[in-house]
Each structure stands twice: as C-alpha cells, then as structure tokens.
C-alpha cells in the first residue's frame, strides 16, 4: 500500500498508525513524511514492533519511507544521484522472485521558475536512476508514491502541466514499466487520489512494476477511506502481488495494549 500522510501531525498520525495497523498490506510505501513529531511517532511505532522501516535522511525535507512485515534482502538501496535523496526510500526484501520496492515523493510546485526547475531535476535524475538500475534490479522493482503528476490523457483534463511532468509515465512505460491500475482495469473506471479545492479530481498517487513482476499481479484498488476518514487528503493505493515471502517476527499494532505502548 502507499499512502501520502501528509506531514501528519500528532494528532493524525495517532489515526494513521490505528488504521494502517488494522490494515492487512504487507508492505507500506509512506509519502510525504516530514521531520516533525506526527512521522517519528508512526515510524518509531513500525520500529518498536519488529518491522522494518527505511528512510533516507531528508534534511528537514518533505520525504518518503518505507515499512515492512517482509524481511530486508540486505542493505536499503541507495540512489544518490536523485536530486532529493530524501524523497527516495528503496531496498530490496526477501520475496520469491526476489523483489525491490522504491517509495516515491516527487515534489509539488507552482508557477515560479525555482520550484519548477526543482521538480524538473528530481523527475529527470529519478528517471536516469532507475535506468541505471541493473536488468534483474528493474524488472523486479515496484515504485510506488505520490508521482505529483497526472497522465497525457487524464480525465478530466486538467491545463498546466508541462511536458516533463507527462513525461515521468511516459518515460517509465518506456523503460517497461506497468501502471498496476491501467492493467488490472484497462477500460476504467479512471481513479482520482486528490480532489482539489474545487471539486476537481487528480491521479497523483501510483503502483508501477517492472516488466518481470507483470504475471505476479492480480489487484489494484484506490481505497478512500483515508480521505473520509480525516486521516489524509489523499486516496491510499492497494497492489496485490503474488509473491513467496519470508516475514518478520513482527507484533500486531492492531491490539488496543499495544497501541498504547507508544
């Protein structure tokens, strides 16, 4: 699952911990985390009952984490030369076939030039990144997060965006990879994550996969409840993968006792 929390205060991030320690995902790609105490808390909680949790260092920046039931298959996957290191999370965990998973916060911006330079840096070096992945590294990654960008062929069309925020998906389609939603539901319906101030829907928030992982997949889902619930302003993303997996000795937060430990 990926779910963009929003630099959660406490006070969310006590909801956010409830919800996702009830939910049954394995693996949560967690955007737009934050240096305050709202982020420390969820992740110290993941921490404390056995799960293993990723997060690059992000200087003060709007980031992305990791956090898994699933053993690591060694160290967490650095990628340096991303322009915000911070806002990538990556390592590869002990699945059959063996499977990395990159968590993804791609900046927002407005119209001025230092913000959109900004995004354009971080949306190219990602792509080169990834790129340069090695084969088997790429066919086996699943990418998922806040893209902060829509598709050419949105619906509802949405005027503003430039061709390189286009391009992210056009560039990883290109490189092989699968949006999980567009293959598991090739007709539609087409989903919205974020719902602007106007009523307006966005698909900002994605699942793609490598090429080797495509027979692996068998659901997609955007699930609202974070957004009905207060929890986020964005939809969480749902991806079943069928995959073998050794899991961690991990203790279920889901239990009221043990919420209450931290």
Known sequence: MTVNIGAASMTRAEMLLRWLAGRPEDIF??????????????????RRAGYAVIKTP???ERGAALVSRISLAGPPLLLPEVSIPGRVAAAGLDT???????????????????????????????LKAVAELPAEQRGHLVIGGDYNVIAAGHTPPHP?????????????????????????????????????????????????????????????????????????????????????????????????????LF
């Open 96 to 126: 059959t076939p063996r499977t990395w998973f990159l968590s993804v916060y791609v900046p927002s911006r407005d119209r001025s030039a230092d913000k959109t330079a900004r995004k354009e840096l971080f949306i190219a070096s990602l």
């Open 29 to 46: 790609l967690l955007t737009e985390t934050s240096a305050g105490s709202g982020t420390a808390y969820i992740l110290e909680a993941f």
């Open 58 to 60: 992000d200087d003060g």
């Open 160 to 260: 503003g965006f430039l061709p390189f925020e286009y391009g992210l998906l056009d560039t990883l389609s290109a490189q092989g990879f699968i949006d999980t939603y567009d293959h598991c539901y090739p007709a539609g319906p087409h989903p919205h994550s974020w719902i602007g101030r106007t009523g307006a829907g966005y698909r900002y928030d994605y699942f793609h996969v490598g090429a080797a992982l495509a027979g692996h997949i068998s659901g997609c889902a955007y699930l609202h409840q974070t957004r009905d619930l207060g929890l986020t302003d964005h939809a969480a993303v749902r991806l079943e993968l069928g995959l073998d997996a050794v899991r961690l000795p991990y203790r279920n937060l889901a239990e009221p006792e043990e919420i209450a």
